[in-house]
């Protein structure tokens, strides 16, 4: 009698068990089908992309109006690169080291073009704006940017005045331990995207490099 009413407490206890994973199951289901996902779109380089209504951060960020089109891509050493800027490597040595920051290798150098289409209110921010591959991506590096563009004062945004477009460089680079992964080589072999916004229409324009 005991070992009867032993097996049926368990009998109720594995059903309820199996019932709350089918609960869960149906609610997971249900939830990925009918949740939002991020929609995806890929450009060529050499076109305008539309910012749109789409953000990279926060949702108050108003670049409805704003367009860019990547004019190149060039990959260069370091030594190669710091001339086309009138900076000198020993000077880009003592920066370094006076803002404590590392000695890159290389520099992924982007032109873009800047349009703005009626927005009053809008900026451009380079810190919003991307360089990534599969696993790894580039950043916008301060000192040289701003050594490029002083009077922006080092500010990581600013505005384009309405209804003309605006053309600028910026240089990218490796954080100091991907920089150890990779060679010029291996680099331009990869498949990179310069990626303007995350949500909700994650846009990238992928670079050709040179």
Known sequence: ???????????????????????????FIYLNATSEHTVIEIYN?????EYG?????RSREQRNGYSIKVVSAKLMTIEDFLPTIGMTYDEYVTM???????????????????????????????????????????????????????????SFSF????NTEHEMHIPYVLIESDEQCFDMDSLMKKDLYLNITQYPVKKMIQLNLE
């Open 1 to 27: 009698m005991m070992k009867t009413k032993i097996k049926s407490k368990t009998v109720v206890i594995l059903v309820l068990v199996f019932a709350v994973i089918a609960v869960w199951l149906v609610r």
């Open 45 to 49: 380089q050499g076109e305008f992309v």
């Open 53 to 57: 209504d789409n953000f990279f951060y």
């Open 96 to 154: 370094s080291e006076e803002q404590s920051t590392y000695i890159v290798s290389y520099v992924l150098d982007v032109d873009i073009i800047l349009k703005n289409t009626d927005n009053t209110d809008g900026n451009f921010d380079r810190l919003d704006t991307r360089v990534n591959a599969l696993n790894f991506s580039f950043q916008s590096d301060d000192l040289l940017f701003d050594y490029m563009y002083p009077d922006l004062g080092g």
């Open 159 to 162: 505005k384009v005045r309405e």
